[in-house]
């Protein structure tokens, strides 16, 4: 748990720098949204002061279905504003699935290629208020490739924030599914503020359930949690790591 988002950010920027310096061939899995801006603008400072990421391989989540790479809401667009236009990741390392592709079908299965061919080894998530990792949204069942998603009206709303009105939100997306999440060999998980602190709860402490898709995470034997003390708020403080326990999953 820390103070501050900032603090956050530098810290989880550490872990993935960690990543991005010892392996040959990195592969990041890379999340949209609030959340992770203060670890990429963390590793853009790291970029400045000498971390290398000609090598890395960046897979990103999801991406809205209808809107061009180029408009200033799409992930493609986010991802290139917050951190691909300031780090050498080189660009045809970066993958993203492409929401404009005619036959979505064909589109996931072309993106699952991508992830069978380059094995994640560090995947960074938001939760949705919902409890939603990735685009998998609350349902009877979790698909476990990539796929095409009915937004759910909380995940509209919470998105309405950055459209002009709520009908050019987007209603649609492609997201890998919770297999290739939870192949990843290390998941790091960010939430920050109030809003976030009930669904964190629950997805740490509360039933492995469908209709919380990031109680999964339980399952995976490398979680990280980041969370700032608002969304630590509904938390029994004595799941904090203390320091030098050593867990599965760590609660920082
Ligand atoms: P946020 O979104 O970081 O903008 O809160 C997280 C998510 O919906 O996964």
Do not use: W
Not at 53 to 82: C, V, W
Not at 102 to 124: F, G, N, P, S, T
Not at 131 to 137: C, K, V
Request: net charge negative; charged share 20%.
């Amino acid at each position: 748990m820390f103070e501050s988002e900032r603090d956050a950010g530098v810290y989880t920027a550490a872990l993935v720098e960690r990543i991005v310096m010892g392996e040959k061939d990195p592969v990041l899995g890379l999340a949209t949204g609030s959340t992770p801006i203060p670890l990429y603008e963390a590793l853009v400072q790291l970029y400045r002061s000498g971390l290398d990421f000609s090598r890395a391989t960046t897979i990103n989540l999801d991406e809205y279905i209808g809107i061009p790479g180029q408009h200033e809401q799409s992930y493609r667009h986010f991802m290139q504003t917050h951190l691909f236009q300031h780090v050498n990741i080189q660009p045809d390392r970066i993958f993203i699935p492409d929401g404009m592709a005619e036959d979505l079908d064909a589109e996931c299965a072309r993106y699952d290629k991508i992830i069978r061919q380059h094995a994640i080894h560090m995947q960074v998530l938001g939760i949705g208020v919902n409890g939603h990792i990735g685009f998998n949204e609350p349902d009877d069942l979790l698909v476990s490739r990539t796929h095409v998603v009915q937004l759910r009206q909380a995940t509209v709303e919470s998105n309405a924030r950055f459209f002009p009105t709520l009908d050019d939100v987007p209603k649609r997306a492609i997201t890998m599914g919770v297999q290739a999440i939870l192949q990843a060999q290390h998941i790091i998980l960010m939430a920050f503020g109030e809003e976030k602190a009930n669904i964190i709860q629950r997805a740490i402490m509360g039933e492995v359930r469908t209709d919380v898709p990031a109680s999964i995470l339980q399952l995976h034997r490398d979680v990280v949690v980041i969370l700032d003390k608002a969304s630590a708020s509904q938390l029994d403080p004595s799941v904090y790591l203390a320091g030098s326990q050593p867990t599965s999953s760590q609660l920082l």
